[in-house]
Every structure is written in structure tokens, then in C-alpha cells.
């Protein structure tokens, strides 16, 4: 079953505290997806685009344009609890 994201909310240095419906809370710290992935650099360079995080509709991803997303499993599996 995919975990459900109740609530994101952006830290700073990059990192993001996520909460899913089940209760559980993780960061997951978004600053090796910047180094690693081209199109997540954006979140960096692009001033102000971090804190602009959303869940999408269905609970399944946060994200922050079309082109930038990244699923609850992965959030679940590499975030630290919190």
C-alpha cells in the first residue's frame, strides 16, 4: 500500500518535516536530490520555489512544479523519523 502524506511543511536548509496519515513524521533532507538530479537544482537556484512545497491531490507525492515531485514511499524509506 502506498503511504499517504497528511501534511508537508518546509524547513530550512532544504529539508522538509513530513507527516503521513498513519502518524508518522519524517525529514527528509532534499540536498542530495539537488546535487543529483538536474531538474531538482531549480530548487536551489530558483529563490523562494522551496517553501512553495505542496501535497498533491491523490496524498501520494509532494511537489513543487511539474517537472519536480517526489513520492511518499521514497520520502518514507530515506526520511529520518521526527
Known amino acids: 500500500m502506498i503511504p499517504k502524506i497528511r501534511k508537508v511543511i518546509p ?6 518535516l513530513v507527516e503521513f496519515e498513519d502518524g ?3 525529514i527528509y533532507d532534499v ?5 543529483s538530479l538536474a ?3 531549480f530548487l ?3 529563490k523562494g520555489l522551496f517553501p ?4 498533491d491531490s491523490s496524498g501520494t507525492c509532494v511537489f513543487w512544479t511539474d517537472r519536480i515531485d ?3 514511499d521514497i520520502i ?7
Open 11 to 16: 524547513r530550512d536548509d532544504f529539508l522538509l
Open 24 to 26: 508518522r513524521k519524517v
Open 31 to 35: 540536498k542530495d536530490d539537488i546535487e
Open 39 to 41: 531538474d531538482f537544482r
Open 44 to 46: 536551489q537556484s530558483e
Open 52 to 55: 512553495q512545497v505542496r501535497v
Open 70 to 72: 517526489l513520492p511518499s
Open 76 to 82: 518514507l524509506k530515506y526520511g529520518k523519523p521526527a
